[in-house]
């Protein structure tokens, strides 16, 4: 058998955090095995379905890096032999099976109103049963519905449920799951508005892209009974489901916007790398039997198996996920890591204007960013005009003795040669030494009069690349400041 997976979104909004894990999983499953990973937008929901959204997810699932073997190409077009890719241009299909499910009496034309399906869920309520509908169009006659078309009522159509037995799902994650036929709903599935629902384009989808198996969210496990019983039916073969366990945030409560981001593109902006971020989503339910944290490239795919997807819900933890983008953050290489901050720096407004090599301010905290979106802050003072803290000002250089020492420094290095890190380490010392100061004494207003700030990165090395006639200018600057 060619494992063939599937990611299904429904486009009525962006790509979130639960998504972007189905779509790993599908994909990271696909390549494990060697087979298709298939992408298929769900846009049956005419009034919800936008192109916006179609684009950002397609946006989304090429940031996080992952690619697709057949799917849409782009807005109009598809690539793969399954096509199309996009649900509203199958309706043909779907329409087709529709009938042989009509024909073979599988499937009945209901002409219940909507209040009348209210009434019937009304009254179900109120004696305690599961609200479900109640079948009275399942043996119209051909006279009945003549009279109730004539009358004007449009037909949805129904899927017969079997009313006994169970329908067994055996879930590659969850085990066997059984589910009463008796309590499920004849299902509708065509709208009176002329089209599939959910459940019945993505069966007759599933089967004719040849999906092996169907990883999703839990949230649709209550769905299959129902679509086990339509390819049944079809007289098709089911493919295999796994249901991954829901996405909790830190207080327990389902993943939601007032966790914070919930959207991939979001954790874009905020400067997560696609390479951490696909490694904290791949732990969002999975593990390996050592916990295994960091991945490199390729293990994920070597690794990944649904055996060692949890049952139990996962729990999104943001400060995990910042410690694990620092740990990719120091893995990347200069060039890279440049590369990836330049987004940031220009919208900063530090790009483009005059000071030391980025890559070099850069360096300098290297081993501290959590986030692309930090190193901006990190490095400005370079760039830009000194601004000073009120700490910095009030607590360091107007303290007493200061404004002696960026004096007594600017002679210092007024002609100091190299002017490099080592040597202008060793001159402040023994200043310090000549003047009988400890070094914070010097250091520190030595830091505030260039920087602005009391913290930033290592002094000399800093001093070393902001250069020497930066480091006197701002120095006078300051001591026109204090004068
Ligand atoms: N369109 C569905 C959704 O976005 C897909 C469900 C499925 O994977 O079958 O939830």
């Known amino acids: 058998m060619q494992v063939r997976t599937r990611f299904a979104p429904s486009p009525t909004g962006f790509l979130h955090i639960g998504g972007a894990r189905t779509t ?33 997810i397609l946006d989304s699932i090429r940031w996080l890096g992952l690619d697709w073997d057949e799917g ?39 002409y219940c109103t909507k209040e009348e399906l209210d009434e019937m869920r009304r009254l179900a309520q109120l004696e ?38 169970v329908t067994v799902i055996e879930d590659q994650i969850r085990g066997s799951v059984r589910f009463e036929n008796h309590l499920q709903q004849d299902l509708v599935i065509w709208k009176t508005t002329d089209g599939p629902t959910y459940n019945f384009a993505c069966v007759v989808d599933d089967h004719l892209m040849e999906i092996s198996h169907v990883i999703r969210g839990d949230e649709h496990l209550s769905n299959t009974p129902s679509q086990i019983q339509i390819y049944r039916a ?36 905020q400067g997560y790398l696609p390479a951490a971020m696909r490694n904290y989503l791949a732990l969002l339910g999975w593990s390996t039997p050592d916990s295994q944290q960091l991945f490199a490239a390729e293990e994920l795919v070597g690794k990944f198996a649904l055996e060692g997807c949890q049952k139990s819900p996962a729990t ?16 990347t290489g200069l060039d890279e890591l440049t590369r990836l901050a330049e987004p ?22 290297h081993e501290k960013f959590k986030l692309l979106s930090e190193i901006p802050g990190l490095v400005d003072f370079f760039y830009k005009p000194v601004e000073f803290t009120p700490k910095a000002m009030d607590k ?7 404004k002696e020492v960026l004096n007594g420094m ?58 020497r006639g930066e480091v006197l200018k701002r120095l006078a600057d300051a001591q026109t400041r204090l004068a």
């Open 24 to 56: 790993l999983y599908n994909w990271l499953f696909a390549r494990r095995h060697g087979g298709a990973f298939i992408l298929r937008i769900e846009d049956t929901d005419e009034v919800r379905s936008t192109e916006e959204s179609v684009s950002a």
């Open 72 to 110: 849409p190409a782009d807005l109009r077009s598809d690539k793969g032999r399954c096509g199309p890719y996009y649900q509203m241009r199958r309706v043909d299909l779907y329409r087709a099976q529709r009938d042989r499910l009509l024909k073979d009496g599988k499937a009945y034309r209901c």
């Open 128 to 165: 305690k049963r599961p609200p479900r509908y109640d079948g009275r169009c399942r043996s119209l006659t051909e006279a009945k519905r003549r009279e109730l078309e004539a009358s004007g009522r449009k037909a949805a159509v129904r899927f017969q449920m079997p009313g006994d037995g």
């Open 234 to 269: 079809l007289g098709w073969e089911p493919p295999l489901f796994a249901h991954l366990s829901m996405i909790l945030g830190p207080d327990g409560s389902k993943l939601s916007k007032r966790h914070g981001a919930t959207s991939v593109l979001e954790y874009r902006d």
């Open 316 to 331: 999104f933890d943001t400060v995990k996920l910042q410690w694990m983008n620092g740990e990719y953050i120091r893995k």
């Open 344 to 365: 940031f720096l220009e919208k900063a407004g530090l790009k483009g204007l005059p000071g030391p090599d980025l890559k070099a301010a850069v360096a300098l905290e």
């Open 396 to 402: 360091v250089l107007k303290a007493p003795g200061a």
């Open 410 to 467: 600017a002679l210092a290095l007024k002609d100091l040669e190299p002017f490099d890190e080592k040597t202008i380490e060793a001159r402040v010392r023994r200043f310090c030494e000549d003047e009988g100061l400890k070094t914070g004494q010097a250091f520190h207003p030595l830091r505030a009069a260039v920087t602005g700030r009391t913290e930033g990165p290592t002094l000399f090395k800093m001093l070393e690349i902001m250069g």
